[in-house]
């Protein structure tokens, strides 16, 4: 099956700097990558998804790089603010419809302001 | 329009007794799912239904058992808990192809 792995484990920058987040999948099926974000107590929600057939998405301050032959993609933030500060999630499967998503470890994100 | 509503929310169990997780969408989705988070480990799939009438075992599908019963709703069941299944339990459902969605989630504690 998926495996995900995701690093670092931890990051802490500071108010303004960028944030990257990598992560890299082992099954070159996978098609589909988003990426959560979850706060303290609270559920995963999507910030963003790329599908295999782009390399590179963007909304606002956040975007997603795809390298299906290297099979890794990561996480951008740039300007961070101390709302950003959260756990975020990568995650990869072939097929939403009959394959669930793989999770990676989680990355937790401290803004200091 | 609820989303995903998943109950109860917080749970104490002493091991041994059994309960069932209950979850339902109101998305018209065909797939749902239940994941477990637990801290440092990320979320991580316990069962799935890519359809009714349809279940498939996950990651950790060990002591747990799962029932589709209608499009809207998917239940997870614990039969005889273990302190080893404290965890915080997330249902979830898509569209297939599209976003997952997840419930508020269930905190369980078993003692």
């Known amino acids: 099956g998926e495996n995900v792995e995701q690093h670092p484990s931890t990051l802490s920058v500071q108010e303004g700097d960028s944030a990257v987040i990598k992560c890299t999948y082992s099954?070159?099926?996978?098609?589909?990558f988003p990426w959560y974000k979850q706060e303290l107590g609270k559920r995963p929600q999507l910030i963003i998804d790329i599908r295999s057939n782009v390399g590179e998405k963007k909304d606002q301050r956040i975007a997603v790089t795809l390298n299906k032959t290297a099979k890794h993609f990561s996480l951008h933030i740039t300007e961070t603010q101390p709302e950003d500060s959260a756990v975020y999630f990568c995650a990869a499967t072939a097929d939403t419809g009959r394959r669930a998503l793989t999770f990676g470890s989680g990355t937790r994100l401290q803004v200091q302001p | 329009n609820a989303g995903v509503t998943q109950t109860p929310k917080f749970q104490v169990l002493k091991t041994g007794q059994s309960m069932t997780l209950q979850c339902a969408q109101d998305?018209?989705?065909?797939?749902m799912y239940w994941y477990r988070q637990d801290p440092g480990m990320g979320l991580r799939l316990i069962y799935y239904s890519a359809s009714e009438g349809t279940t498939d075992k996950g990651e950790v599908p060990n002591g747990y058992n799962v029932s589709r019963l209608n499009k809207r709703e998917f239940s997870l069941r614990l039969e005889s808990a273990a302190p080893s299944q404290t965890s915080v339990y997330f249902c979830?459902?898509?569209?297939?192809?599209?976003?997952?969605?997840f419930g508020e989630g269930s905190w369980l504690t078993v003692v």
């Open positions: 099954d070159s099926a996978s098609n589909y």
């Open positions: 998305m018209n989705h065909n797939s």
């Open positions: 979830a459902s898509s569209y297939s192809g599209n976003t997952i969605y």
